[in-house]
């Protein structure tokens, strides 16, 4: 009974949240295409919206320097008529040379032994035709050996104001996870954003970008997604590629503010400007086919000469549905949370970061899953963001039960082009 008020109450919502974007877009976008006008360099708010995933380094102008100036944001750039396209990849190897006893995958250790992996190898093409209709499709080599589809979406951003995506790329949510992997202060992204967020989903996203007030909100509808198997392994990307199958619907909304200036794609200062600020904050209502869900983010990112701090909470309220359309996830109603600390300096090529998370996969149970893990890293950036080289320690402490070894330290090199 009270997942089918829980469904009832996301439909409800979703409904009303869409009909609230239509209300408040419509006058909108009969000012803007009177005054249409091409998107500006430079975007307020801590995150590039359009972003090929942004793990690709392309930004919302398509061709926004990601390392340094006169980088074309690409390995070549082709021009024919009306459009203008750009290749793009990133490469990143890590080596890992000391890992716990207990070390496991499945329980979201990076490294299992010390040995080499590639964490990511990815490859695309992103570009925008007529000045006003960006789009990206990229692929990721796959543990298997195979390759799967990143990104596919175009954007429509004729209207100043209003701009509207189309296809799979990252719900917009958790600010770690809508960062890119190649635009972190540590050489990975937190565990938090991993296991509780949503990344890339199928659907449709409306945006405004208030760059005179640094005031940018997202509102989207995704196909629902579903958990894999632990909670350690996260959620599904891009379930609904050939269509939706199993799930029902999720709505996705985010906003955020940068008063003071513009953040950058990085979370490191890389640029040393003064004093800025920004938060944000964002949910969603989830109903796949096994699960329905409730998530809620807070965070807030400050940045000045070099230094950054930056904090994040996020939440997960789940609930199985009566019918699963596959195996259920959960045997009855969970809540998670989670909350993440992070500082670091940069000083000419050097950068230092560290952070804390404090994870809790069941608030109403304490046991040895709920964790706290210290991460610390140092790196060498030869060209800015584009190639550098990392050296992280990972240190999991359980904060109830029995302790488990599972500390892992490794090195990792970042080609991103």
Same mark, same amino acid.
């Given at each position: 009974?009270?997942?089918?008020?829980?469904?009832?109450?996301?439909?409800?919502? +979703?409904?009303?949240?869409?009909?609230?974007?239509? *209300?408040?877009?419509?006058?909108?976008?009969?000012? #803007?295409?009177?005054?249409?006008?091409?998107?500006?360099?430079?975007?307020?708010?801590?995150?590039?919206?359009?972003?090929?995933?942004?793990?690709?380094?392309?930004?919302?102008?398509?061709?926004?320097? /990601?390392?340094?100036?006169?980088?074309?944001?690409?390995?070549?750039?082709?021009?024919?008529?009306?459009?203008?396209?750009?290749?793009?990849?990133?490469?990143?190897?890590?080596?890992?040379?000391?890992?716990?006893?207990?070390?496991?995958?499945?329980?979201?250790?990076?490294?299992?032994?010390?040995?080499?992996?590639?964490?990511?190898?990815?490859?695309?093409?992103?570009?925008?035709?007529?000045?006003?209709?960006?789009?990206?499709?990229?692929?990721?080599?796959?543990?298997?050996?195979?390759?799967?589809?990143?990104?596919?979406? =175009?954007? &429509?951003?004729?209207?100043?104001?209003?701009?509207?995506?189309?296809?799979?790329?990252?719900?917009?949510?958790?600010?770690? #996870?809508?960062?890119?992997?190649?635009?972190?202060?540590?050489?990975?992204? +937190?565990?938090?954003?991993?296991?509780?967020?949503?990344?890339?989903?199928?659907?449709?996203?409306?945006?405004?970008?208030?760059?005179?007030?640094?005031?940018?909100?997202?509102?989207? =509808?995704?196909?629902?997604?579903?958990?894999?198997?632990?909670? &350690?392994?996260?959620?599904?990307? @891009?379930?609904?590629?050939?269509?939706?199958?199993? @799930?029902?619907?999720?709505?996705?909304?985010?906003?955020?503010?940068?008063?003071?200036?513009?953040?950058?794609?990085?979370?490191?200062?890389?640029?040393?400007? /003064?004093?800025?600020?920004?938060?944000?904050?964002?949910?969603?209502? @989830?109903?796949?086919?096994?699960?329905? +869900?409730?998530?809620?983010?807070?965070?807030?990112?400050?940045?000045?000469?070099?230094?950054? =701090?930056?904090?994040?909470?996020?939440?997960?309220?789940?609930?199985?549905?009566? %019918?699963?359309? %596959?195996?259920?996830?959960?045997?009855?109603?969970? %809540?998670?949370?989670?909350?993440?600390?992070?500082?670091?300096?940069?000083?000419?090529? *050097?950068?230092?970061?560290?952070?804390? %998370?404090?994870?809790? /996969?069941?608030?109403?149970?304490?046991?040895?899953?709920?964790?706290?893990?210290?991460?610390?890293?140092?790196?060498?950036?030869?060209?800015?963001?584009?190639?550098?080289?990392? *050296?992280?320690?990972?240190?999991?402490?359980?904060? &109830?039960? /029995?302790?488990?070894?599972?500390?892992?330290?490794?090195?990792?090199?970042?080609?991103?082009?």
């Amino acid at each position: 009974m009270y997942a089918t008020r829980l469904s009832d109450g996301i439909h409800r919502t +979703s409904i009303m949240l869409t009909a609230f974007a239509a *209300l408040v877009v419509s006058p909108i976008v009969a000012f #803007a295409a009177t005054t249409a006008a091409s998107l500006p360099d430079a975007v307020s708010g801590a995150v590039a919206p359009f972003a090929p995933d942004q793990d690709g380094g392309i930004g919302e102008t398509a061709f926004r320097a /990601p390392g340094y100036r006169g980088y074309r944001g690409g390995m070549a750039v082709i021009r024919r008529g009306e459009l203008e396209a750009s290749l793009y990849g990133q490469l990143q190897t890590r080596g890992t040379f000391f890992t716990g006893d207990d070390n496991l995958a499945l329980r979201g250790d990076l490294a299992e032994r010390p040995g080499f992996a590639v964490p990511r190898a990815r490859f695309g093409v992103a570009g925008q035709l007529a000045d006003h209709v960006l789009f990206a499709i990229g692929t990721d080599i796959t543990q298997a050996g195979g390759a799967r589809v990143n990104d596919a979406w =175009l954007t &429509y951003t004729r209207f100043r104001y209003l701009h509207m995506s189309f296809g799979a790329r990252k719900l917009p949510f958790s600010r770690s #996870a809508m960062t890119s992997s190649s635009d972190q202060a540590l050489a990975e992204r +937190s565990r938090a954003s991993a296991w509780i967020a949503p990344y890339r989903q199928v659907g449709v996203t409306m945006a405004g970008r208030y760059e005179d007030i640094g005031l940018d909100w997202d509102l989207g =509808l995704y196909n629902g997604f579903t958990r894999h198997g632990t909670f &350690y392994e996260g959620y599904r990307e @891009n379930d609904g590629l050939s269509g939706n199958r199993l @799930n029902g619907l999720s709505t996705a909304g985010r906003v955020a503010w940068a008063p003071i200036g513009a953040m950058g794609e990085a979370t490191a200062d890389m640029e040393h400007k /003064p004093l800025r600020v920004a938060v944000g904050l964002s949910g969603i209502l @989830n109903d796949g086919g096994t699960v329905r +869900s409730k998530h809620m983010g807070v965070d807030a990112i400050l940045k000045v000469r070099g230094l950054h =701090l930056l904090v994040e909470a996020l939440s997960e309220q789940a609930e199985p549905v009566d %019918e699963p359309t %596959e195996a259920a996830t959960i045997p009855a109603s969970t %809540e998670r949370r989670a909350l993440v600390v992070e500082a670091g300096y940069v000083v000419d090529r *050097l950068s230092f970061a560290a952070r804390v %998370e404090l994870l809790d /996969p069941n608030v109403d149970v304490d046991d040895h899953d709920d964790e706290m893990i210290v991460s610390v890293a140092l790196g060498y950036h030869f060209i800015r963001n584009l190639l550098r080289v990392q *050296l992280q320690m990972d240190h999991r402490e359980e904060r &109830y039960g /029995p302790a488990i070894d599972n500390d892992t330290a490794f090195a990792q090199i970042q080609l991103r082009l």
